[in-house]
T-cell receptor
């Protein structure tokens, strides 16, 4: 069964606008971590943001914020004030201490339009 | 200098050849991982190691083997390469005492002809 689901294969956003990339996850473990990674066309995987399952507040890192809705099992990434350099693939991922597993979604390709 | 390095960065090989991809890290993490990435499939775990004496199969280990030579080094071998092993391969490390954030190397692009 899919642990991480990203339903948007591709997204477009106008430069300087905000964009939300969707991610839902599946787990019955109360302890887990949620991550977002960026993969530009050069191929490297860049860690963006982390949310712990027990964290009370949504995580923020600069222009990135994670909209964590625990009851809905969603962990959407919000990028504010999009820049051309934000064009990349974005992957949602989850870690589970139980079983020592790390799961990735299939990714969303974001294109920022000038 | 990069914390996680992979060599080679690009490799072309022929069907049936044995090849090794190497990963080194200076982050001091005990946990190391090998993933492959195929278009539309995200990253899939091949093998992972929680210390030098602990190696585990991941989701897609068939056709691959690994060696953990030291805390800082984790190598992936394709015993007899086949064309459907053409992919982008990533090494990653994580710190179990922290958030388990995975830190990735730059990747190795492998083409099997």
């Amino acid at each position: 069964a899919q642990k991480i689901t990203q339903t948007q294969p591709g997204m477009f956003v106008q430069e300087k606008e905000a964009v939300t990339l969707d991610c839902t996850y599946d787990t019955s473990d109360p302890s887990y971590g949620l991550f977002w990674y960026k993969q530009p066309s050069s191929g490297e995987m860049i860690f963006l943001i982390y949310q712990g399952s027990y964290d009370q507040q949504n995580a923020t890192e600069g222009r990135y914020s994670l909209n964590f809705q625990k009851a809905r099992k969603s962990a959407n990434l919000v990028i504010s004030a999009s820049q051309l350099g934000d064009s990349a693939m974005y992957f949602c991922a989850m870690s589970q201490p139980t079983g020592n597993q790390f799961y990735f979604g299939t990714g969303t390709s974001l294109t920022v339009i000038p | 200098d990069a914390d996680v390095t992979q060599t080679p960065r690009n490799r072309i090989t022929k069907t049936g050849k044995r090849i090794m991809l190497e990963c080194s890290q200076t982050k001091g993490h005990d946990r190391m991982y090998w993933y492959r990435q195929d278009p539309g499939l995200g990253l899939r775990l091949i093998y992972y190691s929680f210390d030098v004496k602990d190696i585990n199969k991941g989701e897609i280990s068939d056709g691959y083997s690994v060696s953990r030579q030291a805390q800082a080094k984790f190598s992936l071998s394709l015993e007899s390469a086949i064309p459907n092993q053409t992919a982008l391969y990533f090494c990653a490390t994580s710190d179990p005492s922290g958030r388990e954030t995975q830190y990735f190397g730059p990747g190795t692009r492998l083409l099997v002809l």
